[in-house]
T-cell receptor, first 113, second 114 residues
């Protein structure tokens, strides 16, 4: 089955700096890669996703890049703000109809004011 | 839309008791997923349903766990008997269709087994 590894497990940045979170996956058949943000005590919520036919996708201060050859993808947050502080999860899904998600272990991002 | 609804939000029970967690997916969604979240193991998929039919329960940890979806608007996850190591946050999520659609998570049920 799919295995997703995520690094780092914790990340602290100064407000206004950029943050990068990296994930690798094992199943070359995976073709959908969402990122979820989970604030303390809340549910995971999708913030951005990318499909395997695209190398990069941006949404305001958030971007995701995908390298299918190397089987890794990354989340980039620019101009970080205190409200970006949360746990971020990457995930990968296979090409099956259910699109089961295998999640990474999460990154606790802290943006220091 | 009210989103995915889960109940109860918090459950405290004693070891050996039966626990039933409930989920109402978003109307029109035909996939329903049950996850368990712990610090040690992260987010784990337990089981998922498509059109009320269980498709893959390989993530269910033991026979003490069972899940049902009697209709399109209701699912249950039951643990009997419960054990302290079952303490976790249990999320239900739903999604529509077979394409690249977002999974929407419910607020979760925090289960504590003493």
């Amino acid at each position: 089955g799919e295995n997703v590894e995520q690094h780092p497990s914790t990340l602290s940045v100064q407000e206004g700096d950029s943050a990068v979170i990296k994930c690798t996956y094992s199943d070359s058949a995976s073709n959908y890669f969402p990122w979820y943000k989970q604030e303390l005590g809340k549910r995971p919520q999708l913030i951005i996703d990318i499909r395997s036919n695209v190398g990069e996708k941006k949404d305001q201060r958030i971007a995701v890049t995908l390298n299918k050859t190397a089987k890794h993808f990354s989340l980039h947050i620019t101009e970080t703000q205190p409200e970006d502080s949360a746990v971020y999860f990457c995930a990968a899904s296979d090409s099956g109809s259910a699109r089961q998600l295998t999640f990474g272990s999460g990154t606790q991002l802290t943006v220091l004011p | 839309d009210a989103g995915v609804i889960q109940s109860p939000r918090h459950e405290v029970t004693e070891m050996g008791q039966e626990v039933t967690l409930r989920c109402k997916p978003i109307s029109g969604h035909d996939y329903l997923f049950w996850y368990r979240q712990t610090m040690m193991r992260g987010l784990e998929l337990l089981i998922y349903f498509n059109n009320n039919v269980p498709i893959d329960d390989s993530g269910m940890p033991e026979d003490r766990f069972s899940a049902k979806m009697p209709n399109a608007s209701f699912s249950t996850l039951k643990i009997q008997p419960s054990e302290p190591r079952d303490s976790a946050v249990y999320f239900c999520a739903s999604r529509r269709g077979q394409g690249f659609y977002e999974q929407y998570f419910g607020p979760g049920t925090r289960l504590t087994v003493t």
